[in-house]
C-alpha cells in the first residue's frame, strides 16, 4: 500500500464515520461503570492504570467510545479475547456504555520510556511522520502528537500505554490476528504491515512515554 493511500484513509474514514447517521449510543454513567468495574479492577488495577500484567491495558482515560466499541466487540466475540468475553456474559449495552463512561472519566495514567536518545528520536520520527518509503503513516496522523486519541472518530488514547500491551496488539495487526480496525478500512493493519519487530518495539517504548 503507498503512503499516499494510507494518508488518504486516513483523511477519509473519520469523514465517512460522521456522515454514516448510526442510532446514537446510551449515555454512559460512570457511577454506576464504577459498581460493575469491581471485576475488572482485579486484572486492570483498581484506578484501571495499574494492570497486573503489562500485556494487559490501562483503562483509565481512555476514550469512551473506543471502550465501548471494544467491550461490545470482546461481548459478541468479534474481538476474540476468551478472558473478556467471559467477564461480559450477562451484561446489558447499557452496562458496557457505564463501563466505558467510568473508565473514561479516570485520569489516564504517565508513563516512561526507557530508550536512548537515538532510540526514541528513530520512533519519534516514525510516529509523527511515518515511514513513506514503506507506506506507514503517522501515529499521530490518528492519536494526535501527545498520544491522546480522537474520541470523537473512535481513535484511541495510547500514550501512556503499557509497551508489552502495544507491542502485543501491534504484532496481532500486522499478522492479521486483531481485526478491530475493520470499520476504519483496516488502516491500523495496513500501517503494521510495514513495521518491523526492532519498529514496533521503537514505538512501543516512545509511545509508553506520550501524556
Do not use: W
Not at 58 to 68: C, E
Not at 111 to 124: H, P, S
Not at 144 to 153: I, K
Not at 159 to 184: I, N
Request: a neutral charge; aromatic letters at 6%.
Amino acid at each position: 500500500m503507498s503512503a499516499l493511500r494510507c494518508i488518504a484513509k486516513l483523511v477519509i474514514a473519520p469523514i465517512i464515520l460522521l456522515g454514516m447517521g448510526s442510532p446514537a449510543l446510551a449515555a454512559g454513567d460512570a457511577e454506576a461503570g464504577r459498581a460493575l468495574s469491581v471485576t475488572c479492577a482485579a486484572c486492570h488495577g483498581q484506578d484501571g492504570a495499574t494492570a497486573i500484567d503489562p500485556s494487559y491495558p490501562n483503562l483509565a482515560g481512555q476514550g469512551q467510545k473506543y471502550l465501548a466499541r471494544q467491550l461490545k466487540m470482546f461481548q459478541s466475540g468479534e474481538r476474540d479475547v476468551a478472558l473478556m468475553t467471559a467477564q461480559l456474559i450477562g451484561k446489558s449495552e447499557q452496562d458496557l456504555e457505564d463501563l466505558a463512561a467510568y473508565y473514561a472519566s479516570l485520569p489516564g495514567k504517565i508513563g516512561e520510556a526507557t530508550g536512548d536518545d537515538a532510540a526514541l528520536n528513530t520512533a519519534k520520527k516514525i510516529y509523527k511522520g511515518g515511514i513513506a518509503a514503506k507506506g506507514v503513516a503517522a501515529c499521530a496522523a490518528c492519536h494526535s502528537p501527545r498520544g491522546l486519541g480522537n474520541d470523537q472518530a473512535g481513535f484511541p488514547r495510547i500514550g501512556g500505554q503499557a509497551a508489552a500491551y502495544t507491542v502485543a496488539q501491534l504484532t496481532a495487526y500486522r499478522e492479521g490476528k486483531r481485526a478491530s480496525d475493520e470499520g476504519f478500512g483496516g488502516m491500523m493493519r495496513g500501517v503494521a504491515a510495514g513495521l518491523s519487530d526492532t519498529e514496533i518495539s521503537l514505538l512501543a517504548d516512545y509511545i509508553s512515554g506520550l501524556q
